[in-house]
């Protein structure tokens, strides 16, 4: 069973309006993180946001949000006031706190693609 | 801010030839990656290594191997290049640990054609 799941592998916004790009994971550790990252085209990752299991808060970085429902084991980015360079492909990932080091898991991706 | 370098953007090598991809970080991270990533499968782990002379095999470590000799330095080497190794290479660093700041940091990347 994959461990996150992105089920937009493409997605469309117009330039200023919000969107929200969907991640659900599945883990039975109590203590995880979940993570965002852009990949423009360039190639490069960019980290974008961070949610703690224990935080009691969603995150916000700027324009970056997390909707975090851990009872529904969702992570969803929103993206508020989407702009030309918004445009990449985002990947959502979690790192559990027990096995494989810790290392981070990632979904497959969705390609963004914010129209003038 | 922390950086990772990779050596080369840009490669095409042979079909067998034994091919580097370097990894270099300067923030005295102790943990290094190597991922490879193809559309529509995201990115898959290869290998990482935790510490000097450490290394762990990730999902798809086969056709693959690992070197590391100094914390910094992370090399991932094609023994025999086959065209199904083309593909974008990422190597990443980060702290151990769980928390938000030990997220990776990533390099540019390495786009490999073998041909």
């Known amino acids: 069973a994959q461990k996150i799941t992105q089920t937009q592998p493409g997605m469309f916004v117009q330039e200023k309006e919000a969107v929200t790009l969907d991640c659900t994971y599945d883990?039975?550790?109590?203590?995880?993180?979940l993570f965002w990252y852009k990949q423009p085209s360039s190639g490069e990752m960019i980290f974008l946001i961070y949610?703690?299991?224990?935080?009691?808060q969603n995150a916000t970085e700027g324009r970056y949000s997390l909707n975090f429902q851990k009872a529904r084991k969702s992570a969803n980015l929103v993206i508020s006031a989407s702009q030309l360079g918004d445009s990449a492909m985002y990947f959502c990932a979690m790192r559990e706190a027990r096995g494989s080091q810790g290392n981070l898991i990632f979904g497959k991706g969705t390609k963004l693609s914010v129209k003038p | 801010d922390v950086k990772v370098t990779q050596s080369s953007r840009y490669l095409v090598k042979r079909t067998g030839e034994k091919v580097f991809l370097e990894c270099v970080q300067d923030?005295?991270?102790?943990?290094m990656f190597w991922y490879r990533q193809d559309p529509g499968l995201g990115l898959r782990l290869i290998y990482f290594?935790?510490?000097?002379?450490?290394?762990e095999k990730g999902d798809i470590p086969e056709g693959y191997s690992v070197s590391r000799e100094k914390k910094e330095r992370f090399s991932l080497i094609l023994e025999s290049a086959s065209t199904n190794q083309t593909s974008m290479y990422l190597c990443?660093?980060?702290?151990?640990?769980?928390?938000?700041?030990?997220?990776?940091?990533f390099g540019s990347g390495t786009r490999l054609t073998v041909v």
């Open positions: 290594s935790y510490d000097v002379k450490m290394k």
């Open positions: 883990t039975s550790d109590p203590s995880y993180g």
């Open positions: 923030m005295d991270h102790e943990n």
């Open positions: 990443a660093s980060s702290l151990q640990g769980l928390g938000g700041g030990y997220g990776y940091t």
């Open positions: 949610q703690g299991s224990y935080d009691q």
